[in-house]
């Protein structure tokens, strides 16, 4: 078997035609501003990976998502990490389904159409707690009106819906709950404007995305049991795991394209390409084994707990392969191909998502000492 053979594999099953799509492209092309690549996911039926066959999607379980994802980053990083968030949002949809909701309905449209979910949830936001709405809203008699800003918002410009978390008044009364809403892209009321200017990930469309006052009928509004206090209920924490795991999958493969030129060099030692190898295949063990756990424990906390545990080991075993890998491909590989520094600054991207590891070190040491997990 050849190293990534079994991601790109599960990547055609799953997708077809997609890689190969990718691998024709030069990586600079894929990961500029006005890429293709969101089409060429979206007309491989992308939307409906992880939407299951009686909602006439691909049925991809969460191995197989994470090692398509890892497929995907190892052609177009800024790809990996977009459709990442759309997965996210997919994610919780699916939960809410399964208890009965209306929600099957909407997954079926979006696996038909088909339809990309872009996630207005208050990730970048570095004063605040990641459960803390970017967004606003009150009630009015025929829905819920939002106003607010995300940024910055990956699918913004391809985004057929948008999901937002808001805050509104408790069911029982007092104190308020924060709740789900989904906005169509199309609503006037939603604009995008320009926001990222890092050359990297400039294929994600992480651009801004404005909410001006939209009216969000009530069955596209979805309560949760998350209070203002910030501990999770079951479809936040499943939201919350899915996250973790399909965005390490999607870093760990930018990591892996550049493992993979190394591999292909005969002038280096055997030794040292084999050390690089062990360093990424032993972080998606380490993933894969979250993601073995996700059809019973994905509601858990402590599968939670132990996805951010597994994500910080992914970060410091990233951090070790891509310098050496960089110094192995040579001076002349870095100042001749712009792949080579491209990826290289691409796979930081992975310690920019929420939870960081400095916010979340006191809440995981006081769980790991039996506290209730806390997202901050």
């Keep these: 078997m050849r190293f990534l ?21 030069p990586l600079g092309q894929l990961e500029c501003v006005g890429t293709n690549s969101i089409d060429l996911f979206r007309q491989a039926g992308g939307p ?22 890892r497929a995907i980053g190892s052609r177009s990083p800024s790809l990996a990490v977009a459709t990442t968030m759309h997965h996210f949002s997919i994610s919780s949809l699916l939960l809410l389904a399964d208890r009965g909701g209306k929600e099957w309905l909407l997954l079926e449209a979006i696996s038909t159409k088909p339809m990309l979910v872009a996630s207005g949830f208050a990730e970048g936001r570095p004063d605040g707690k990641i459960l803390v709405p970017a967004m606003t809203a009150t009630v009015a008699e025929e829905g819920v009106r ?3 800003v995300k940024r910055p918002c990956s699918l913004a410009r391809s985004m057929d819906l948008l999901t937002a978390s808001v805050f509104l008044p408790a069911a029982g009364g007092e104190g308020q709950q924060l709740a789900v809403v989904l ?12 926001f990222w200017s890092s050359f990297a990930l400039a294929g994600a469309e992480s651009d ?38 399909l965005m390490m999958g ?7 394209a550049l493992v993979e030129r190394v591999l292909e060099l005969d002038r280096v030692v055997e030794s040292e390409r084999l050390r690089l190898v062990t360093g990424v295949e032993g972080a998606m063990a380490a993933i894969e084994n979250i993601a073995r756990q996700i059809p019973e424990r994905q509601c858990s906390r402590d599968l939670l707990a132990e996805a951010l545990l597994v ?25 001749a191909a712009d792949d080579v520094g491209y990826l290289a600054a691409a796979v930081h991207g992975l310690g920019f998502h929420p939870p960081a590891r400095t916010k979340m070190a006191g809440p995981l040491t006081r769980f790991l000492s039996g506290d209730s997990l806390e997202i901050v």
């Excluded at 409906?48 to 994802?69: C, N, S, T, Y």
């Excluded at 906005?183 to 404007?193: G, R, S």
């Design 48 to 69: 409906g990976l992880v939407i299951p066959p009686e909602f006439r999607g691909k049925g991809a379980d969460a191995l197989a998502a994470v090692r398509v994802q």
């Design 5 to 25: 053979e079994r991601e790109r594999l599960e990547l055609d099953r799953f997708l077809p035609g997609l890689d190969d799509a990718l691998a024709s492209i």
């Design 146 to 148: 939002v106003t607010g």
């Design 311 to 335: 994500r910080y080991a992914v970060q410091d075993a990233i951090a070790a392969v891509v310098p050496r890998a960089v110094e192995l491909l040579g001076g002349l590989n870095f100042m």
């Design 183 to 194: 906005i169509p892209a199309a609503d006037p009321a939603v604009t995008v404007t320009p």
């Design 250 to 256: 999607s870093y760990l493969g930018a990591a892996s």
């Design 208 to 245: 801004q995305v404005n909410v001006d006052n939209a009216l969000v009928p009530n069955d596209l509004v979805v309560r949760t049991g998350v209070t203002e206090a910030g501990e999770l209920d079951e479809v936040q924490t499943a939201g919350f795991v899915w996250f973790e795991l």
